[in-house]
Nanobody, 127 residues
Framework: QVQLVESGGGLVQAGGSLRLSCAVS????????MGWFRQAPGKEREFVAA???????????SIYYADSVKGRFTISRDNAKNILQMNRLKPEDTAVYYC?????????????????WGQGTQVTVSS
């Protein structure tokens, strides 16, 4: 079991920044990817960013972003926390953001490949 708890969401004006944090605990050695997804009202959950955290991977530390956030969002690891730094936020970034853990190499963008999920944190960007 892996436990994930997100924090850091809130209300911000367009152009502003927010820093999301995901506290990770449990059987973290089984994780291959740590990712962030988001779900806006009336839309499907979508991939935001992922980082390879598996120590056994030759690609350890490799990072992937959705085109819509590339250049504005940064995913990183800080000890036992998964961080999503969001800059130059836009109203279309408004969504519930979820932290997730996957033990499966490949298909980092596929939410079906993620085994554990946090409860989500609301991000609202006003225009």
């Amino acid at each position: 079991q892996v436990q994930l708890v997100e924090s850091g969401g809130g209300l911000v004006q367009a152009g502003g920044s927010l820093r999301l944090s995901c506290a990770v605990s449990g059987r973290t050695f089984s994780s291959y990817y740590m990712g962030w997804f988001r779900q806006a009202p009336g839309k499907e959950r979508e991939f935001v960013a992922a980082i390879i955290v598996a120590a056994i991977s030759w690609s350890g530390g490799s990072i992937y972003y959705a085109d819509s956030v590339k250049g504005r969002f940064t995913i990183s690891r800080d000890n036992a926390k998964n961080i999503l730094q969001m800059n130059r936020l836009k109203p279309e970034d408004t969504a519930v953001y979820y932290c997730a853990s996957s033990s499966h190499p490949g298909s980092y963008w596929d939410m079906g490949r993620y085994d554990y999920w946090g409860q989500g944190t609301q991000v609202t960007v006003s225009s």
